[in-house]
Structure formats: C-alpha cells, structure tokens
C-alpha cells in the first residue's frame, strides 16, 4: 500500500510523463496499491490525463473506496 502525494509525486510525474509521451493510446492508471492521493498526486494525474488527451485516455481502475471519494470530491470523476 501506498501514498499519491508530496513525497511520491514527483517520481509518479516523471514516469506518467514517459508513459504518455511514449505514443500509448490508452494508459490503465490501477490505484489497487494506493491508500491515500493528496493534490500532488492529482495534479499528476490531470497532467498525464491532459497529455494524452489528443491522442489516447487515462482510464483510472481499482480504486479503493478512499480514493475514489478524493476522487469525486475534487470533481475527478467529471474530468477524467
């Protein structure tokens, strides 16, 4: 288990990046792992979200009941 926030964000940025700059048409995001996403971790979901928004989607799978509610309180749900 694990954290989406702060201390993992910048590491999560860089290898999203990679991902969706490296021509993927669609990218599985699966937070099975992941307890808790704080802001910087949603920010690096929207930007991997908007990278591939001309050329694929990020689809978000197995969210724990957590995280899908910091999902649907920050509107995550509508935008991605």
């Known amino acids: 288990s694990g954290k989406l926030d702060t201390g993992s964000s910048d590491q999560a940025h860089e290898k999203m990046t990679e991902i ?3 021509g993927q048409v669609r990218v599985v995001l699966n937070l099975s792992r992941v307890d808790y996403v704080g802001s910087a971790g949603l920010r690096v979901i929207l930007g991997t979200s908007k990278l591939l928004q001309s050329q694929g989607e990020l689809v978000i799978c197995a969210a724990n ?6 999902q649907l309180t920050s509107g995550f749900d509508r935008i991605l």
């Open 65 to 70: 009941e957590t995280v899908g509610e910091i």
């Open 20 to 22: 969706a700059t490296s």
